[in-house]
């Protein structure tokens, strides 16, 4: 069974740092791109970043360039997202999401196929 299942979320000022972490089984961790997407209310899905399958390219939305950094250890399974300088508009639950293909050049992220449960980041004072 595929699954991918995220933590890390949680209550931050702004200004504050949180690391989302995605751990993947039931698939080959280490032949999948994967990206970072979320949600809220007022704005929908929003594409956060991406991670090629070895780890480069990475790629982030223009609002997130700067502040958040996308990685991954294939021999964890596991994909981060360090968050720093958070912003209240930051605030939002966050999917990891694994593309459905095996990609050998990135010129686009998705289609999916996996989503995780999603994890809430709030960032309030």
């Known amino acids: 069974q595929v699954q991918l299942v995220e933590s890390g979320g949680g209550l931050v000022q702004p200004g504050g740092s949180l690391r989302l972490s995605c751990v993947g089984s039931g698939f080959t961790f280490s032949s999948y791109g994967l990206s970072w997407i979320r949600q809220t209310p007022g704005k929908g899905l929003e594409w956060v970043s991406g991670?090629?399958?070895?780890?480069?390219?990475?790629t982030y939305t223009e609002s997130a360039k700067g502040r958040f950094t996308i990685s991954r250890d294939n021999a964890q399974n596991t994909v981060y997202l360090q968050m720093n300088s958070l912003k209240p508009e930051d605030s939002a639950v966050y999917y990891c999401?694994?593309?459905?293909?095996?990609?050998?050049?990135?010129?686009?992220?998705?289609?999916?196929?996996?989503w995780g449960q999603g994890t809430q980041v709030t960032v309030s004072s």
């Open positions: 991670i090629h399958s070895d780890g480069e390219p990475t």
């Open positions: 999401a694994k593309e459905r293909d095996v990609v050998l050049v990135v010129t686009t992220w998705g289609p999916y196929d996996c």
